[in-house]
């Protein structure tokens, strides 16, 4: 319990200097000797053998896209090609002492890192283990090319196998590693450890400390490693994830058994360019990176830079760090100094730095010199580096060819991409082990009270019981995050006050009795790392739900939502799944940042799944349908809400287990003459409207709630408007590009020839949200939907409008801009 750590006055008031830790620089000293003893000879030369693999396939890359052909075999690639030509042994270096359990995760610029980790793993692997791979992953699609005609031996083809799949997927072919999903910034290949590359700077700066908890609360063994760029130095991610792999509470509130920090090393391969900017002297601050490490914990995070240029250095380096990662130490940066003789990309010149500095790092180019060493100490001979360099440049030319022909490499339809945007699975649990709980669910304080309370908020006279007699919307939610954390011991949940306190609107209260520590933990206020974390989590296997206090701080973490939460399942054409719930409150009363509804925001992202419940009985339906399955979901929860009782379902919230059926809007009440169509807490209102309408005008509304977001089946919805031929939508959004016009939108084209006019939306103000007493001002009031009707679409016979709402109001506030 984060009580029982007290912060002591006399302690932190105490004057004291800081004294910070020695940082190791450049501290390896070559010992052939002891190197061949730690590698052996024969590895030593498989170190050579990748990194001058890696070097031919990034000049074929680039020969490609400059001069649009490579040993004769022409090709226009119209994709990017950010290459690692002069940093082969950072990454050969790295993976070296990796196993196929260790993971690594890179950047834009990874086909390096990409070929280093899956070479070291055809090294390792036993022949009858990587033949099984070879023919099971995606079919064996990638095998059956490769494998024709093929002479050598298994190893030779697994070497192939590498090349081929990789460069497959950078000319996006259906046999390449993510069905050509991924690309040249995206590609990976998780059988053997490499995990996502991504195009946005620093992306993996959080994801790899996700799948670093992963392993730790899973009990799975291996390491994590960020690959990450200096530029990358000044990113959000970078920041927020070290941060969260930093905590003191692994250490002090995670029992022991769970073996510590995460595992996570964030590697900065240090080229001392960001794009353009010269990350020395220029762009940073730092003069040497590793110095960052002693502004994140009194370990320096065991900070060191080594010297990259040396592959052994790397590797030993790496070896190191490692074994104070398994011991639960960490976590680690690294900053690995190395330099690419490419521009940033094909078509930059390098116009940023001179031909005289390019120079310097070319006379002692990695792949040269480390031959060169080996030669010196009579490792490998000049005839064995020609029979390397022949060998090379053959298998090279042979995957381009395969990799270019369309008859033999195809390409994926567009068809089959719709196929890989959702999973569309139950599961139950993810890993067939017992959940780690600490009490049973029945002796749960908050599950006897619960069992105390009513489940309808009426009797049955139609009188609504005292609001601490119900049921509510919270307890909803409480129930089915509970009920999946018996079932799936993977399941992990996260964010800002979520334990003791329960959360901030005590949905969580409860769970600390029931869960241990690793399981529901508070973490730093660091929005982006806790959706960006999760990612890692999730697509390594585990059941996750972060937390977003409110909705506004979507902001926050908006690259982690939108760039990698909604598109890795897909860019991995379905290797992946992504079973992750991203719980956010919608709110009210706390002003203009804390009180947005960005549902179109996440509408509008393909990948995404969204909900959002207006009663109990769909926020603990719905909430376990999002927990049962293997997609990303947003899942929207409006604080207006979380007291309420269930009004609708005459039965009350079951305390059973049952889910809302996915997509289906559902009919709140029913009616012949408008079709009035909700989502969120504007329900409720629309409800009170639909009564005056009635009461009134003798007007018969059909109030729809439509639950869902994405998908969504319009179907209810068209038969609806086909009976009343009228149709108004309202939503606590602000109505300027609410997803209700798009709702709207497509009701027009699907029902027009029933419509008798235009649908009308009806959303909050285009305003800042004011506070919270003039809240009445902004939100949706029953009056607005009312007069907007009366006005826009069915006259009411002796109506008088206290609303603005008509057509010409439309005009002036667009022209205006509110």
């Not at 995206?186 to 991504?198: D, K, L, T, V």
């Not at 409207?689 to 109030?703: F, I, M, P, R, T």
Request: with cysteine; charged share 25%; net charge negative.
């Amino acid at each position: 319990m984060p009580k029982s750590i007290v912060i002591d006055p006399k302690e932190m008031r105490k004057p004291q200097i800081l004294k910070i830790n020695d940082i190791p620089v450049n501290q390896y000293q070559p010992d052939i000797k002891k190197e061949v003893q730690t590698f052996g000879e024969e590895r030593l030369k498989q170190i050579y053998l990748d990194m001058r693999f890696i070097r031919e396939f990034e000049t074929m890359l680039n020969t490609i896209k400059t001069q649009g052909a490579y040993q004769g075999i022409e090709y226009n690639h119209k994709g990017p090609a950010h290459l690692s030509i002069g940093q082969e042994s950072a990454s050969v270096g790295q993976s070296a002492v990796l196993d196929t359990d260790d993971f690594i995760f890179g950047s834009h610029r990874s086909h390096g890192e990409i070929l280093a980790k899956c070479f070291s793993a055809v090294h390792k692997l036993d022949e009858d283990a990587l033949l099984e791979i070879m023919k099971t992953f995606l079919n064996g699609d990638c095998l059956k090319v490769v494998e024709k005609g093929h002479q050598g031996s298994v190893k030779e083809l697994g070497m192939k196998y590498v090349l081929y799949g990789t460069l497959a997927e950078i000319f996006a072919r259906k046999a390449g590693f993510n069905r050509g999903l991924g690309g040249s910034m995206h590609a990976f290949f998780p059988p053997f450890g490499s995990m996502p590359n991504n195009a946005i700077v620093g992306g993996s700066g959080d994801i790899c400390v996700g799948a670093a908890l992963y392993k730790r609360i899973n009990r799975k063994s291996g390491i994590v490693i960020g690959n990450i760029g200096d530029g990358s130095m000044g990113c959000g991610p970078v920041w927020e994830g070290m941060m969260l792999a930093a905590m003191d509470q692994y250490r002090t509130l995670w029992d022991k058994e769970i073996g510590g920090a995460p595992p996570v090393m964030f590697n900065f391969f240090n080229n001392f360019y960001g794009m353009g900017g010269q990350t020395v002297g220029e762009t940073m601050g730092f003069k040497i990176l590793a110095r960052i490490g002693a502004g994140v914990n009194p370990e320096n995070m065991h900070a060191e830079r080594v010297d990259g240029y040396n592959p052994l250095a790397v590797a030993e380096a790496t070896a190191r760090k490692k074994q104070i990662l398994l011991e639960g130490r960490g976590p680690v940066l690294l900053d690995t100094i190395t330099y690419r003789f490419s521009g940033h990309s094909p078509s930059d010149a390098s116009s940023y730095r001179t031909k005289e500095e390019l120079a310097l790092w070319q006379d002692i180019d990695c792949v040269k010199s480390y031959g060169e060493y080996l030669k010196q100490h009579k490792i490998i001979s000049d005839a064995e580096l020609a029979r390397i360099e022949q060998h090379v440049v053959e298998t090279v030319i042979e995957v381009t060819k395969l990799a270019v022909s369309l008859e033999i490499s195809p390409r994926v339809s567009g068809e089959f991409i719709e196929t890989v945007m959702f999973s569309n699975q139950k599961i139950d649990k993810f890993d067939d082990r017992e959940p780690e709980v600490l009490i049973p669910k029945e002796e749960n304080p908050r599950v006897k009270a619960l069992a105390k309370k009513q489940r309808f908020a009426y009797d049955e006279n139609g009188k609504p019981y005292a609001s601490a007699q119900l049921f509510t919307y919270r307890d909803g939610l409480f129930e089915a995050m509970l009920h999946r954390f018996y079932e799936d011991p993977t399941m992990a949940a996260y964010g800002e006050e979520n334990r003791d306190w329960g959360g901030a609107f005590a949905v969580y209260r409860g769970l600390t009795e029931a869960l241990p520590y690793h399981r529901l933990f508070n973490t730093s206020i660091s929005e982006g790392a806790i959706v960006g974390s999760a990612v890692g989590y999730a697509l390594c296997g585990g059941r996750v739900v972060p937390e977003l206090m409110y909705c506004d701080f979507m902001g926050r973490s908006g690259d982690e939502l939108f760039n990698q939460v909604a598109k890795w399942q897909s860019m991995s054409a379905g290797i992946l799944k992504m079973p992750l719930v991203l719980r956010i409150s919608v709110g009210s009363k706390y002003g203009a940042q804390h009180s947005q509804d960005w549902t179109s925001i996440v509408a509008h992202i393909p990948g995404l799944k969204a909900m959002f419940p207006a009663t109990p009985y769909d926020a603990k339906g719905m909430l376990n349908l999002a927990l049962h399955g293997s997609d990303p979901v947003v899942f929207f929860e409006s604080q207006k809400l979380y007291g309420i009782g269930e009004q609708f379902e005459k039965t009350g919230v079951p305390e059973g287990y049952y889910e809302t059926p996915e997509g289906e809007p559902v009919i709140r009440r029913a009616g012949k003459n408008l079709t009035l169509i909700t989502i969120g807490a504007t329900l409720y209102p629309a409800m009170e409207a639909a009564d005056e309408l009635q009461e009134k005008y003798g007007v018969s509304a059909e109030v729809i709630d439509l639950r869902f977001i994405n998908p969504l089946n319009y179907d209810l919805l068209v038969e609806s408007v086909k009976k009343t031929g009228k149709v108004a939508l309202a939503s606590d959004a602000c109505e300027r590009n609410s997803f209700l016009h798009n709702v709207a939108s497509n009701l027009t084209q699907l029902a027009f020839n029933y419509l008798d006019g235009p649908p009308a939306v009806v959303g909050s103000r285009n305003w800042i949200t004011p506070a919270a007493e003039m809240e009445e001002e902004f939100f949706p009031q029953k009056e607005w939907i009312i007069d907007t009707i009366h006005e826009r679409i069915y006259p009411l016979t002796g109506h008088q409008v206290s609303t603005v709402q008509t057509y010409g109001e439309i005009l002036r506030r667009n022209r205006l801009g509110v």
